[in-house]
């Protein structure tokens, strides 16, 4: 990831003190065994990561909409709101993301899987699901509260 230099220098010395293969490899382990299966199971749209420790998931299809300005940031606020599950906006790295979320591989063993287990047992339909008034107006309300002048 693109991130600043201390947190560059922290990184690094975290590499020093684990085996970066071992981590790989658990990683892959869970990606194949439990991330995928339970992303197909569920019938959610996604691109394989080939390299890396990110893997971008596509947005429910009903957050595809005309009037829909920021369809990622909407559907991850929404996800956030129902299912107490937190995925990244894709379009915060740009407009190419406006129909993506970004699933962060780099969380502890297990973490993902359940997270996903726990969506669909609550009832979480890649296919059906789609934004409420109250996720728009939630949403539009924090949006208009930002002060972007103390980010």
């Known amino acids: 990831d693109i991130v600043p230099g201390p947190s560059q220098i922290l990184a690094a010395k975290a590499l020093k003190q684990i085996r970066p293969e071992i ?8 990606l194949e065994n439990e ?22 998931i596509a947005v429910p299809p009903g957050f595809r909409r005309d009037d829909i300005e920021n369809p990622s940031l909407l559907a991850a606020v929404a996800i956030l709101r129902r299912y107490g599950v937190a995925l990244c906006p894709c379009s ?24 996903l287990e726990k969506m669909r047992n609550e009832g979480f339909c890649w296919q059906t699901e ?22």
């Open 23 to 30: 981590v790989g490899q658990r990683i892959r382990s869970e």
């Open 92 to 115: 915060v790295f740009g407009p190419d993301g406006r129909y993506a979320l970004r699933l962060v591989l780099k969380q502890k063993e297990g973490e993902i899987a359940r997270a």
């Open 130 to 151: 789609e934004p409420t008034v109250e996720d728009i107006t939630f949403l539009n309300e924090e949006l208009a509260r930002l002060d972007l002048t103390r980010l």
């Open 35 to 56: 991330i995928l299966p339970r992303l197909t199971g569920m019938g959610w749209s996604f691109l394989k990561p080939k390299a890396g420790i990110d893997m971008v």
